[in-house]
C-alpha cells in the first residue's frame, strides 16, 4: 500500500461527525513512514494486529495488539509498520470542543507535558483492555446505526476519555491546567494558519488572531508545539503539496502558488528539504498516472 494514499485515506476521513462526534477508521500502517505530521483533532490508536511503532518528537514506542497511543492534535508524529509484520489499527478521531462541552478536565490525558507524558498504554494492563472494549462497542455502533446510537458513541467517547484521565492523573497533574491555557490561545491561531495559509501569512497575522503581540505569540507557539511558527507552516504547505501532487493533474507550477509559496525555487527547495525527493519524481512515484507509466 502506497504511503501517501494511505495517510491521505485518513485524513481524508479522519473529521468527526456532527451526529457522533468522532470519526474511527480501521487502518493499516505503511511500511515507509510519511512526514511527521499534526491533525486537527485528538487521536486513539487501538493496535489490532501485528507491529508497528509511533515516532513524536523526542521519542518513539514500539505498538503490539491491544497497545493504545494516545496523540494529541499539536504535537507531531509518524507511525509504520514493521516489515513482515503488517500493523492494523482502529483510529479514533475527536474534536476537543465535543470534550470540552462536556467537562474540560477530560482533556488532561491530551494537554501534557511531552516531556513527561508516556503516549503508549501497553496491552496488558486492564485499562487498555477495557478502552480496546469499548472502541470495538463504539465500531459496532457506527456500522449498525441502530435508534440513539448517535448518543451512545457519544457516551462512550466520554466513557474512554475518562478511563484516560484516571490512568494519567499522576502524570498530569499540577501541569496541565496552565498549558490548558496556553494551548487553548494557541489552538485559535493555528485555526488561522490552517485556514490561511495558501496565502501570504506572516507572524503578525496569527498573533491578532490569537489576540497577542508577536511576540508573545512567537513564544507560546514554540512552547505549546514544541515548533516555530515557521516551521509549523512549512510543513503544512508541504504536506498540501503531498496531496494536489498525488490526487491532480494540476502542473506543478500550479501547486507551489496553490499552497502558498513565492517562488517556484523556494518550493523545491523546501519541498526537497523535508521529502528527500523532488515534487516530480515525488509524484511519479506515487500518484495512479505515475505508477502505470
Sequence with gaps: MDIILSVEAIRNHHLPSAETGVSLVPWTLPTIPEIPHWHD?????????????????????????????????????TSKSYRGRTCSNLFLFFQASTIEQLDFHLLRPFIYDRERFTHRIPGQLPIAQEIGKLIQQMQEELAERRPAYGTLVKSLLFHICSLLARHYDAETDGTWKPFYSKYA?????????????????????????????????????????????????LHLRVQAAQRLLVQTDMPIEDICEQCGFQSASSFYREFRKLVNETPLSYKKRFSPAGRDT
Design 185 to 233: 490561545t494557541v489552538r485559535a491561531g493555528l485555526a488561522y494558519i490552517q485556514s490561511h495559509y495558501r496565502e501570504s501569512i506572516h507572524l503578525e497575522d496569527v498573533a491578532r488572531a490569537m489576540s497577542l503581540s508577536p511576540s508573545r505569540a512567537r513564544h507560546l507557539i514554540a512552547e505549546v508545539m514544541g515548533e516555530r511558527f515557521k516551521t509549523y507552516l
Design 41 to 77: 483533532t485528538l487521536e486513539i490508536c487501538y493496535c489490532l494486529s501485528g507491529k508497528g511503532v509511533f515516532y513524536f518528537k523526542n521519542r518513539e514506542y514500539d505498538i503490539e495488539p491491544g497497545d493504545l497511543v494516545i496523540v494529541n492534535n499539536v504535537e507531531r508524529h
